[in-house]
């Protein structure tokens, strides 16, 4: 078999520690790969390259299209932005799939039944990084959802539950809150759920559904949802198996595959000997039957489950009169090598197939077009007086058509006719609306922000607003 190139990256932490042993288990198991080493993470951010990742390593990355990643530590604060997602988005790796398993009786848990996965999108949502310092006191972030986005995440996963012979796809979002973002993600959901009457659907808000998560994860089978809710619930299903530290994932695109373990890098047990290399074994194996290598995959996963069947367990599952000997990081890649050929008798062996490629999805639906129509604009400004003297202050630049509607502070209508015991923090939000029904022009929002401007009236951010096919596409304020 011809070797297929993969790119690694050791990390930051424990990271150095577990890949070096994932490495030897794979080669043990006559895995046909060939090795080509990145550097990534604390070393690179601190030679000042604010994502991590030096430019020629995208090099590597585009001539494999597989990366098996350990874990990094971005630094928190500053202009640093996460490896994990310049990756992800970069190179279009619009899926993250994490397996949450548990493995009675030999791991610690409370639900010896759950068997989930977690499909998230990971491209969009909060983890854009859109944010912005709006007045001294307000900080704000943009959630973006898109339509194609959110499409193509539920295709995949009732593709996904299709060809895995799961039986439900749960979504999960908040729409009864953010009505149009996340509003658009439960509609797109019921729209391909429709295609595919052989699976069962249903939705739930995010909320409740996190709390079934953790305390009935049996009730779920595959579950896809947004990217930081995604981030949390996988988390939470990743601790509720056992541990954390037992946790895969693979994030996939059209054409490229990163995998990785679920858990971080770990800085305070660096260099101890402790970690467990479980999270990323179970992400290489993700990675082999990636790329078409089922045997190799069937052949570690089977020994990992019978080195966790046998007992030969690292501290943080290690538990008396289960668990039969207490082992670090190398002891437990011998284990596993050792156990390669064998299977578990108690756990349910695996087998894969040596078909490379992954789940292939059709194209995207043609968009179907609206009718678009400006009706107003929202105006944020730095204000540092009360609501009604601000409404006084901006009523002398109101002309034409555009006409002051509300203010809000921090998402609550202030004006008028605003709750004295609403507090406010020192931005405002003005929105204008039209009040003949005529679409607003750019020029009559210009003139506006002119007399404001002339007025002392400094803004902060502009957002025009639009009606689509007759309705708004913009929520009302609360108490409006």
């Known amino acids: 078999m011809t070797k297929t190139p993969i790119t690694i990256a050791k990390g930051d932490g424990i990271g150095p520690a577990i890949m070096d042993a994932t490495l030897e288990i794979l080669e043990a198991s006559g895995a046909q790969l060939e090795f080509e080493e990145i550097e990534i993470g604390k070393a690179v951010y601190e030679r000042g390259v604010p994502n991590g990742i030096e430019p020629g390593a995208w090099e590597s990355l585009r001539r494999t299209k597989v990366f098996l990643k350990a874990p990094i530590t971005t630094p928190q604060g500053g202009g ?4 994990n997602v310049t990756v992800r988005k970069s190179l279009g790796l619009f899926a993250n799939v994490r397996p949450c398993v548990s493995y009675d009786p030999f791991v610690k848990t409370n639900h010896p039944n759950m068997d989930l996965v977690i499909i998230r999108e990971n491209e969009e949502d909060l983890y854009g990084g859109i944010e912005y310092r709006q007045s001294r006191d307000v900080m704000a972030s943009l959630k973006v ?6 499409e193509r995440i539920m295709r995949y996963a009732f593709e996904y539950a299709r060809a895995n012979n799961r039986k439900k796809v749960t979504c999960m979002s908040k729409d009864n809150i953010m009505k149009i973002s996340d509003g658009l993600f439960h509609q797109v959901f019921d729209e391909i759920a429709a295609e595919y009457p052989d699976i069962e659907n249903e939705h739930m808000i995010i909320d409740i559904g996190t709390a079934k998560v953790a305390n009935r994860p049996d009730m779920f089978d ?32 059209t054409d490229f595959g990163m995998f990785e373990a679920v858990h971080g890098s770990a800085p305070d047990i660096a260099g101890a000997g402790i970690a467990n290399p479980s999270g990323l074994i179970l992400g290489s194996i993700m990675m082999l039957t990636h790329i078409g290598q089922g045997d190799a995959a069937s052949k570690i996963h089977n020994a990992w489950l019978k080195t966790i069947e046998d007992g030969i367990h690292t501290g943080e599952i290690y538990r008396e009169g289960v668990s039969k000997e207490k082992v670090g990081t190398e002891g437990f890649t011998k284990a596993v090598i050792e156990r390669l050929g064998a299977k578990p008798e108690k756990l349910t062996p695996k087998e894969y197939p040596n078909i490379a490629g992954g789940i292939k999805l059709p194209p995207l639906k043609d968009p179907v077009e609206v009718s678009k129509k400006r009706v ?6 730095n204000w540092y007086g009360t609501a009604d ?9 109101v002309n034409d058509n555009l006409k002051l509607h509300i203010i809000s502070n921090r998402g609550t209508k202030v004006w008028p006719e605003g ?4 507090f406010c923090a020192d931005n405002w939000r003005l929105r204008f609306i039209a009040d003949d029904g005529q679409e607003v022009k750019t020029s009559q ?9 002339e007025a002392d ?15 708004p596409g913009y929520t009302v304020a609360q108490g409006e």
């Open 419 to 422: 709750q004295p015991e609403t």
């Open 389 to 397: 003297e601000l409404a006084d202050k901006v009523q002398t630049c």
């Open 80 to 83: 640093f932005k996460s490896l």
């Open 376 to 381: 107003g604009v929202d105006l944020g400004l």
């Open 145 to 150: 959802i898109s339509r194609p986005g959110t």
């Open 457 to 471: 009236l400094n803004f902060t951010k502009s957002v025009m607003l639009h009606d689509f096919d007759g309705k």
């Open 222 to 253: 595959v579950i896809v949802t947004t990217n930081l809710y995604g981030d949390i619930i996988s988390d939470v299903a990743a601790e509720v198996t056992g541990s954390v530290g037992l946790g895969g994932s693979s994030n996939i695109g």
């Open 445 to 453: 929002v210009i003139a506006l922000m002119h007399r404001m401007n």
